[in-house]
């Protein structure tokens, strides 16, 4: 919970100042997060190496074709999506995989993400190369470019239980 600084990303300013301030002075949690401000302490930064994307939609694919018996036990699978793109990537195990959720639409982004909290539902900001979530961006809205003032989905209740988590990460129990 310490400042921002050139060895810490800036993440979610806001929940720490509202910890701090019901620490010193006892002022509610809702009452210093709707008198900040100050936009960009609401949002959190992380560098994205290879790039990442907020897909538009995410959909619950089950493509996956057994590509072939060893003779043993073991099988090799392989999502349709791998074999049509000409990898020869495959997942060694005895049954099926689950079903994967796939990303689609959005515009990808270079190295460094910014996002908000937001009451509407959005799917989570993805690596590029892997796919895999960036951590802490379900519910989350990708935001490059700071706006001049609040956004109106900014979602409070997410920073109050969150200041809340802090408080409690610090022994506080409210």
């Given amino acids: 919970y310490a400042p921002v600084g050139l060895q810490k990303n800036p993440t979610m300013e806001a929940c720490s100042d509202a910890a701090i301030a019901w ?41 996956w074709v057994l590509v072939k018996d060893l003779g043993t036990k073991d099988n090799e699978w392989a999502r349709q999506a791998w074999i049509d793109e000409g990898s020869d990537k495959v997942l060694r195990r005895k049954s099926r995989p689950h079903p994967v959720e796939v990303g689609t639409g959005g515009t990808p982004f270079g190295r460094v993400a910014r996002w908000y909290m937001t009451t509407e539902s959005m799917p989570a900001i993805t690596y590029v190369g892997s796919g895999k979530q960036v951590p802490k961006t379900e519910g989350a809205r990708l935001c490059l470019t700071l706006p001049e003032q609040m956004p109106p989905d900014l979602d409070f209740d997410w920073y109050i239980r969150e200041t809340v988590s802090m408080l409690a990460d610090m022994g506080v129990e409210l």
């Fill in 23 to 63: 620490l010193k002075t006892g002022r509610p949690i809702h009452e210093s997060l709707r008198a900040n401000t100050e936009w960009g302490a609401f949002t959190a930064m992380r560098t994205v190496n290879g790039g990442g994307v907020q897909h538009t939609r995410v959909d619950l694919v089950d493509d």
